[in-house]
């Protein structure tokens, strides 16, 4: 049972609160992402380039069906400490290990963080926002985390440049500790909660996938695979062509991503979550070819700016589709299990593209073409999801929550 069912405002103070936390977490976190390749293949790890993304996401992956069920039993509020908390440890820990090894494994066990706390916030999200603007609701969030992703990667490079890596890792852990901060005076949403008990982590097949989101999440894993493969890659990219601030993508990206998160959720709400998807995955492969075709600094800042729409667009249209399709009283379970196709999707993009590339940056644009027929597959797959597919999954919906 939740606390808010009869909400009727969307810009509360718990919502701000909420928004401003996450675009602390979102900045702690992916403010060395552009950095840490070049750190390390400092250490002598040029080959384990793809892990870098890969064991993040592949820790979150697997904690999302704790983290669902957590959350949906002892409560939103201790599930979003927890992964506030691994940012925290992560970013004192970098500093101080000097190894490969070491290193992958601080990358490891960061992955905790966005295993747990997105999960918590997105059902939090939906238990104090109108049903009926769920979708500019998370559309909102969207927002503060690429605020926060925005703000923070070129600040990192500025960081290593003038005071260190080590400085850059501090300061990392710093934001996280002031998202914690403001996570503190939130209320729990859910009224029904249990303490916690260890017997809470013994998971069951249906703790871990809601086959009633299963359409969400194969698109998700067509289409966020090119967002593994981007992050993996544009570092390379910008050093190919020249570029020296190595977090200016990453900034144009997630502005662009916010220029679009603003009205996305609301048209989404307003004609439905399939138009809407399909317009972003066009935009998201168009990007991909741009990726593909850049020769020069302005073609590279050209396809950022296109994905980052597509993606504005895609993500909250996707989070809102999940909830609808979710059973009410399982939201942290159907957004567990869109989040682990999200990981499976930015881990294998990640993986597959460190892979392949590796010393071979003249490869890149095979890559960004590959990343294309991905998203091109889960177009397909929604142009061939009909509406009796569609009306089934809504049906079942209904008598699971009777």
Avoid at 107 to 133: C, E, M, Q
Wanted: one cysteine or more; proline letters at 5%; aromatic letters at 14%.
């Amino acid at each position: 049972m939740l606390a808010h069912p009869g909400a009727s405002r969307l810009y509360t103070p718990p919502f701000l609160m909420l928004c401003l936390s996450h675009a602390l977490f979102a900045g702690s976190f992916n403010m060395m992402l552009p950095e840490l390749p070049q750190y390390l293949r400092a250490m002598g790890g040029a080959q384990y380039i793809g892990l870098i993304l890969a064991l993040f996401t592949l820790t979150a992956g697997i904690s999302r069906p704790f983290s669902g069920k957590l959350t949906d039993t002892i409560g939103r509020i201790p599930i979003m400490y927890f992964g506030v908390f691994a940012c925290i440890f992560c970013g004192m820990l970098y500093p101080v290990v000097h190894t490969v090894a070491g290193f992958l494994l601080i990358r490891f066990l960061h992955g905790f963080s966005t295993g747990f706390k997105p999960t918590a916030s997105s059902a939090y999200v939906a238990d104090i926002v109108p049903w009926n603007r769920r979708g500019e609701a998370l559309g909102i969030l969207g927002i503060s985390s690429s605020v926060g992703s925005s703000a923070t990667p070129p600040f990192g490079s500025w960081l290593v440049s003038a005071y260190g890596i080590n400085t850059m890792f501090y300061f990392s852990s710093v934001l996280a500790f002031l998202s914690l901060l403001i996570l503190i005076r939130l209320p729990e949403t859910l009224i029904v909660k249990q303490r916690f008990h260890w017997s809470h982590l013994k998971i069951s097949r249906a703790d871990i996938f809601d086959p009633l989101v299963l359409p969400a999440a194969i698109v998700m894993i067509c289409c966020y695979f090119s967002y593994g493969v981007l992050l993996t890659l544009a570092p390379d990219l910008s050093d190919r062509l020249q570029i020296g601030n190595r977090g200016i993508y990453f900034t144009l990206f997630t502005l662009s991503s916010i220029s679009t998160r603003f009205f996305a959720g609301r048209i989404a709400d307003q004609i439905g979550r399939i138009p809407v998807l399909k317009f972003s995955i066009f935009i998201i492969i168009l990007s991909m070819l741009v990726f593909a075709h850049s020769i020069s600094p302005a073609w590279f800042y050209g396809a950022s700016i296109l994905f980052g729409l597509g993606v504005g667009v895609f993500f909250p249209t996707i989070s809102a589709w999940t909830i609808d399709l979710g059973d009410e009283a399982k939201r942290g379970r159907a957004m567990a299990t869109m989040y682990i196709a999200l990981e499976i999707a930015i881990g294998g993009g990640a993986l597959v593209a460190g892979s392949y590339i590796g010393e071979h940056v003249e490869r890149l644009p095979y890559m960004f073409y590959f990343s294309a027929f991905m998203s091109l597959i889960g177009l397909i797959y929604l142009y061939r999801l009909d509406k009796s597919t569609l009306m089934g999954l809504y049906r079942q919906q209904r008598q699971l929550r009777k």
